[in-house]
């Protein structure tokens, strides 16, 4: 016979718990549970699940493609090279990494850094979608090409992507160019600064909207 599920068996939470408020008590569940995830390949070859970093309440929030060998090690997104030009760029925003949030499409590393495969991106999409759910940002940046594609669905190149908005589940979607490429291509460096620029100018207006509607 089955055993009747009490409501405390289900550990709904109440309402109050889930609202954005608790966005940080959310997150740091739902990372727990990520931590121990072997639904794809890469957990074989893995370290470390690299979930993510940053404030679970900041309005812009930035997608990079996977963790890299540094992240693998320690864990974190974006603490190689690549997360210094990172910093560099928030730095440049007035932002530092307390008031944005970082992650990747996907949570483990692929062996080489090689690119994500399909069927390792469609196995972490729960996590992603999860992840996105909570932080409901104001505005997201996509870093790179294989972050746009994989997170737009789309095959199109990073040139007919960048500088753009885009949506995703309503939310406005920038597509920018990867810290890693910049450090290749630092003559590109000016156009990741409009990027940002627009980001920051999107952010602005939303707030002064929600202001607005406040009076
Ligand atoms: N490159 C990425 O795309 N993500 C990281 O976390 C580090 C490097
Ligand atoms: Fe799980 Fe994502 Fe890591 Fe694959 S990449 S093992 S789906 S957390």
């Known amino acids: 016979m089955q055993t009747p ?21 959310r997150m740091r569940r739902l990372a727990e549970k990520a931590a121990t995830c072997t639904a794809c390949k890469l957990a074989e070859t893995r370290t470390r699940v690299v979930f ?5 309440e900041a309005d812009i929030v930035f997608i ?4 890299g060998r540094d992240e693998d090690a320690q864990g ?3 603490v190689g090279k690549a997360g210094k030009l990172l910093d ?6 007035g932002l530092d990494r307390s008031r944005v949030y970082i992650m990747n499409t996907i949570k483990c590393r692929p062996p ?3 690119d994500p495969e399909a069927d390792e991106v469609a196995a972490c999409h729960p996590w992603f979608a999860q992840q996105l759910d909570i932080l409901s940002p104001k505005v997201i940046c996509l870093l790179g090409r ?13 040139k007919a992507l960048r ?4 949506e995703l589940n309503g939310m406005p979607v920038m597509v920018s160019y990867h810290p890693a490429y910049l450090l290749r291509s630092p003559q590109q460096k000016r156009h990741s600064w409009r990027d940002l620029q627009l980001l920051c100018q999107r952010v602005e207006q939303l707030e002064a909207g929600e202001q607005d509607a406040e009076l």
């Open 76 to 78: 974190e997104p974006f």
């Open 52 to 56: 993510g970093s940053g404030n679970p």
């Open 112 to 114: 080489s850094n090689r």
């Open 163 to 166: 500088g753009r908005w885009h």
């Open 5 to 25: 599920v009490s409501l405390a068996d289900l550990a709904l939470p109440s309402a109050a718990e889930d609202c954005a408020g608790n966005a940080a008590e």
């Open 64 to 67: 990079g493609e996977a963790p």
């Open 88 to 93: 560099k760029m928030l730095a440049a925003m």
């Open 146 to 158: 294989v972050a746009a594609q994989k997170v737009l669905q789309t095959d199109a190149p990073l």
